[in-house]
């Protein structure tokens, strides 16, 4: 039999980033080895310290080439010593855009032995997905500053969707919560009592298409500030939540805090038809790089929803296994230099019990 091979790009990128890819990758290499499959890395140099020497932040031939692979992996972007917003705006949000990574997918999991903030909530009221839109609203740059740094100054910073933008979130989001099947409910998370343009089109949409094709999922609909004491209150009700990009960047971090935080959670930048991206959710952590404490099972989870993605189910469920066993039985709080356990040392005990 052939062996399955995968292209791969990936981008250690900025802080605690190398730290994590590095375990994600020790990870990903004894799935491989158990599971039969290769995978080709390609590693670019995209980052901080690339901007630093030759003002390069994402060439239009990186670009172009990211387009090329199975999927892209990557550590962290964000140098204390730039301008915040310029590596985030030019590498993070430009990879979104150009590779049309539409869906940002996070799944909330409280995994067993993890210290969550919440009383009396545990692994069993605490699952679900954020389904966030990742292509539009104020992220898209519309606006502008006008007058600036004079006492009539004026600033905008526009919330932009189209309906295809929308219709297509949406259909990810309905289709997601089908496959998962687990409560078939999909909340559509807004705020269309003031954003009465924006969330009026969503909340739309959505009924259209669930009377259409969902009539199998039940629909709910939440307003942005009431999800956020529910997420807190009643986690179980959900099962998987769709949003636009600046809410779902905002409840997603919420959510990340009752699974135990950054150290844990991870994104996928999905586009359906190409190249998706994975990320472990929290930042480049500059007060911890070089350490080893930073936690790097955020990655390591990042590099089973691509494996997922990649369709090696078998193997993804094996590390998310594999990391529910660590959680468990060795590192109970997530928070970097509170582990337990260094870096490197938690990749270990992940790998090994990949291995098997
Ligand atoms: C995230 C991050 C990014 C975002 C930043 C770094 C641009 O917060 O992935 O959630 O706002 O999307
Ligand atoms: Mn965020």
Redesign the pocket.
């Known amino acids: 039999m052939s062996q399955k091979r995968y292209q791969i790009a990936v981008i250690p990128g900025d802080g605690t980033g190398p730290e994590v890819i590095r375990e994600a990758l020790k990870v990903l290499n004894a799935a491989e080895k158990r599971f039969g499959f290769s995978l080709a890395l390609t590693s670019y140099d995209l980052g901080g310290e690339r901007y630093l020497k030759t003002g390069e932040i994402l060439p239009e031939s990186v670009l172009g080439e990211l387009r090329g692979f199975d999927a892209i992996l990557l550590g962290a972007i964000g140098h204390p010593g730039i301008t915040p917003g310029l590596l985030?705006k030019g590498i993070?949000?430009q990879m979104r855009f150009d590779l049309d990574l539409y869906i940002n997918l996070r799944p909330v999991k409280l995994f067993p032995g993890v210290e969550c903030p919440l009383k009396d909530k545990g692994p069993e009221h605490i699952d679900y997905v954020v389904v966030r839109e990742n292509t539009g609203d104020v992220y898209t740059g519309a606006g502008g500053v006008m007058m600036k740094g004079t006492p009539h100054e004026v600033a905008t910073q526009i919330s932009l969707y189209s309906r295809h933008q929308v219709d297509r979130c949406l259909k990810y989001a309905f289709e997601y919560a089908r496959r998962r099947n687990k409560r078939r409910t999909l909340a559509l998370c807004g705020k269309t009592n003031v954003l009465t343009y924006v969330y009026e089109m969503w909340e739309r949409a959505f009924h259209e298409m669930g009377d259409r094709d969902y009539k199998d999922i039940k629909r709910e609909y939440y307003h942005v500030d009431a999800i956020c004491m529910w997420m807190i209150k009643n986690p179980e009700w959900f099962d998987v939540i769709v949003t636009g990009n600046m809410f779902g960047?905002i409840i997603?971090d919420l959510a990340a805090i009752t699974q135990g935080g950054l150290g844990i959670a991870a994104?996928g930048n999905i586009n359906p038809k190409g190249a998706s991206m994975f990320e472990p959710?929290g930042?480049s952590a500059p007060k911890y790089a070089g350490k080893n404490v930073i936690n790097p099972l955020a990655a390591i989870c990042a590099g089973a929803m691509m494996l997922d993605t990649l369709g090696e189910t078998a193997a993804a469920k094996t590390v998310e296994d594999a990391v529910i066993w660590v959680t468990a039985n060795k590192v109970r709080n997530l928070a970097a230099g509170q582990m337990g356990y260094s870096t490197t040392e938690v990749g270990d005990l992940v790998a090994t019990r990949v291995a098997g």
């Open positions: 985030e993070l949000l960047d997603t994104s959710m930042g």
